[in-house]
């Protein structure tokens, strides 16, 4: 039997084991930490980093988004007409209607933007299922993302940094990266040729990212979705835009709600056997097979400073059951930036608060 001596120091050996583990967990919490701050590599691209960047392009962005920075929320809903319901067990794609919270936006980082230097227009939505289940996504109306990889959305955000002295980013930064980067070329065409419109109603909103519809028998398949418009486009020079005031986005939405809903198809293309899954600057062919799965109705706009769109952020990752992200790098790298964006505007709300609605200024 052992002596009272040696069972005391059988218990200080103990004593001093689990505090060795104690300190050994912490060290590898405060480390994890650490490498997610990315404390160990200055260089490493982190949401900080990222949301960084997007906040130095002008304007006074407290309070605001970081991206897409101007904008204004809608309320609807989505009339699923069943025919998704193959392809994804999604709850909101069984026949049926579903509440939408939306956001229409431009892709600026200054709130007060004229909505001519938007060139990129956006919709987001989230349709709710009466089971909690959502599904939120942020659409461009571009046909292809600018660039492939989180890294590369940094380096062309970087090029749009203001020039202090000139009050405006320098054009040969930009010019630099589109030189080195053939793969944004697609989305440069574009951004060049395409026709300017005074709405937000005419213009039909790509996924860009792919997701991956899981069906009842547990098939996956790799899709992307748009929201097609239902509405003829009014071509306008980008010379008259000037004319319409810096608002008229806006003023378009509202005057075409109060004559009644709009509406959007929202129809799914299925990849084929190659379409590339994780690179958002590739459009996949035209000839893909797409299915029509129900029709957005918009029927109310907001302003957002008080509106029901403030409080969500359109994480793309945020999904129902049957619907998942793909292996696009853009995915996670969106998660987090929306998530660090949505952190610092919720902080700032009240030591920032928001210029007036602008109806009410403008009233
Ligand atoms: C690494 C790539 C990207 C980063 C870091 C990024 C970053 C951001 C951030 C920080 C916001 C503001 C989020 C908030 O505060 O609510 C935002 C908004 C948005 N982004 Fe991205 N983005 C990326 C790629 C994309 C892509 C590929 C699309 C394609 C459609 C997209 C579409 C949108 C839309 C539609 C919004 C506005 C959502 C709303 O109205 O609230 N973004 N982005």
Redesign the pocket.
Known sequence: MAGPGKSDDKRGVHAVAALALIAVVIAAAAGAFAYTGGWFSPHRLTPDR??DA?SRRGGDPLG??????K?ICFTGEFAANGAGARLSIAPMLAAGHYPVI????I?VGDPQAPDAAGRVR???VRIAAPDGEEWRS???NSPV?V?A??EE??QI?RAQDLDPAAGKPDPAAMQRFLATHPDSAVFNEWAKTAPWTTSFADQT?????AFRFIDAAGRSRLVRWSMQTTVAPHEVPYDALAALGPDFLEADLERRLAQGALRWNLVVTLAAPGDPSNN?TKAWPANRETVAVGMLVVRHAQDEADGP?RD???D?TILPVGIQPSDDP?LP??SA??A???DL?AAEAADYPRTPPRSEASR
């Open positions: 990222m949301v997007l605001h988004r970081r991206n897409h920075a904008g939306g956001r229409f936006a892709a956006s919709m987001a942020g659409m461009n993302f660039v990889t989180p959305f940094y955000t909103y790509n996924s860009l990212n958002a769109c969500y952020n359109y793309p853009l790298a969106r930036a929306y660090k964006s949505f505007r």
